[in-house]
């Protein structure tokens, strides 16, 4: 056997049972890389000997474990480096949705005899308005501030909202659905200049963007491992120094305290892997995704009648495309994209399991059914533009075969 | 997610179109919940269904529900097309996940409402079939649930 008895498996390929209890290869098109990406084999070959032979628990005194917590500290710093952060400011978590409930709780607790007050917007990831929700039942108020139609926040009415007792602005970096990127130096100004506490999600921008913690005044920032080519179960918050928040998850000494139990070893490792990586390439990558971004966006909105974009034209993650086909329904469109081999996503009610389409398409100032024909594709650098002809073939047969079998578009073609 | 049945019937969906001065037409659902059944009936002499097709805005189930309820009432009796119940099309399509279960009420209320307006055309009365309260010319802020 050799020294890495585990297969890699060649990404962008995928085994599949079928009746017949064969396995299969299929290639796919993955065009959702905003809900989760595939790790790089240079993180997975990292990650690996942290599972067998390193497997030490960095809290043990012994030099084999040792080991283990030193790596676990360049890993810390690695990741530090990249927000222009202090090492002793990353607390590992298990990913995205604990910081962001981590952030919100700790900082509502920590501050709540300064006041009661809580400033978010109406397009945050559920992690962060249900956690604000909460905070609501637990006498908290919250002001969710609205967008502009791109996706943008408000500044006036951020600066409006501010009373004697906010304690936390949590607004987040760049949107899941539809990219737009926040003036968040901007805010993080403006929480600064009032003494307020400034969060900010990013998980959707961290490692596609840069991304300076003092230049933009945050305060406390959410960010996930698998969303940059990383592990799933490990992401972290940044915690900066000063900031007095109770300790989240009690136990141990791990993580300063703050977030105890024993340290994803693993995770970590191909955490600061992935995220070497995605600082190395971001340029690189960057500019390569915005090519393919702006070519889909492009052509769709030339070749495809009553289609429009959703979210900000640049102000944009380089990744994300957003479009409203209207007349048709986001769900059908996904399952016919799915026969044809393209992954992606929609914001319409069908997919989210309720009859409300994506909060955040309703933010933005879509009425319903153009929010329920909505589509997402989130590009990565994997991807190819010979894909993107692909793509916009079948997009565009099947936007003329879902609106054939419409009644709204029968509707409006007899009354046009 | 979805059975084979449904697969089908929304790949390769049944009776999809509209028919020209159809006897009976029946529009129900709201775009703001995301689904609208269109269902047109060619009604002949005898009461007889000869023909129907649908239009559909809509998930996956709902597209795959219209089709099997146009299968169902294809060449029945305006009276037998009455008994076809959303769980008539449910099991004919070897169930809907429990999320989906209003798609198959709608194709049911289609049906219902394509014959209402049939029986309005020609001065016939039913017992149990009444006026269309999900249509959408009716009142677009109705949800449905």
Known sequence: MGKNPVRIVIYKKYLYRKEDKTMEEKSFIYLDHAATTAARPEVVEAMLPYFTENFGNPSSVYTFSQKNKAVVTECREKIADSLNAKSNEIYFTAGGTESDNWALKAAAEAYASKGNHIITTKIEHHAILHTAKYLESKGFEVTYLDVDENGVVKLDQLRQAIRPETILISVMFANNEIGTIQPIKEIGEIAKKHGILFHTDAVQAYGQIPIDVDECHIDMLSASGHKLNGPKGIGFLYIRTGLKLRNFVHGGAQERSRRAGTENVTGIVGFAKAVEIAFCTMEERSQKECMMRDYLIDRILAEIPYARLNGHRTKRLPNNVNISFQFIEGESLLIMLDMAGICASSGSACTSGSLDPSHVLLAIGLPHEIAHGSLRMTIGDENTMEEMDYVIEQIKEIVTKLRAMSPLYEDFMKHS | ?145
């Open chain 2, 1 to 145: 997610m979805y059975s084979e049945k449904v697969m089908d019937h929304f790949t390769n969906p049944r009776n999809v179109g509209e028919i020209e001065n159809a006897s009976g037409v029946g529009t129900v659902g709201n775009a703001k919940c995301g689904d609208i059944m269109r269902i047109y009936f060619d009604i002949d002499e005898n009461q007889v269904i000869k023909d129907v097709k649908f239009k559909t805005f809509g998930c996956g189930a709902a597209v795959a529900t219209s089709s099997m309820a146009t299968e169902l009432v294809k060449g029945k009796t305006i009276y037998e097309a009455l008994t076809v119940t959303n769980k008539a099309v449910m099991e004919a399509l070897d169930g809907l996940p429990p999320v989906k279960v209003h798609c198959s009420l709608l194709a049911e209320e289609a049906i219902h409402a394509a014959l209402w307006d049939y029986c309005e055309k020609n001065d016939i009365k039913i017992e149990g079939l009444e006026k269309p309260k999900n249509d959408i010319s009716e009142d677009e802020e109705e949800e449905e649930y």
